[in-house]
């Protein structure tokens, strides 16, 4: 049985997954200290293995494709830098997303995003996926390095 979660053992060296390899998630995981937290979960759907380092390009976008605010900034969420992350068939890296509650934002939100725009590391193409219960309020929005383990 393969798991499910990527690895740091191979001495592999930078991304060269690609888009094409990998299929994109985010989950909410909770919520502390008047932050929201989500899981944004890249999968190798591949037979082989690939690996990624760094952070997503990540974005909102309406129905029409039109992108809301601004792309996502960097953080250290998750980890406190980036690590190869090598996964085999099956496989997933987890990067932090962030955003503060509605609730200590005056309500200030952007609109609510019909999908997420995933750039992997080291693509110029773009995934797509659900943006579950993303509403991205304050004007911040990060995502952390991509780890081998869940947040």
Request: net charge neutral.
């Amino acid at each position: 049985m393969t798991s499910e979660r990527g690895s740091t053992e191979s001495p592999a060296k930078g991304s060269d997954c690609t888009t094409d390899d990998l299929r994109a998630r985010l989950a909410a995981t909770g919520q502390e200290m008047n932050s929201k937290y989500f899981d944004l979960t890249l999968t190798n759907t591949t037979d082989g293995t690939c690996a990624l380092k760094g952070y997503a390009g990540l974005s909102l976008v309406d129905a029409e494709g039109g992108l809301i605010g601004k792309p996502a900034t960097r953080s250290q969420d998750g980890a406190a830098k980036a690590e190869n992350v090598v996964l085999k068939a099956g496989q997933a890296a987890h990067a932090v997303v962030r955003t503060p509650d509605k609730g200590v934002t005056d309500g200030k939100c952007w609109a609510k995003p019909a999908r997420i725009k995933v750039y992997p590391p080291n693509n110029t193409a773009a995934l797509t996926a659900s943006p579950g219960t993303l509403l991205v309020c304050g004007d911040s929005f990060t995502v952390g390095p991509f780890t081998a383990q869940a947040p």
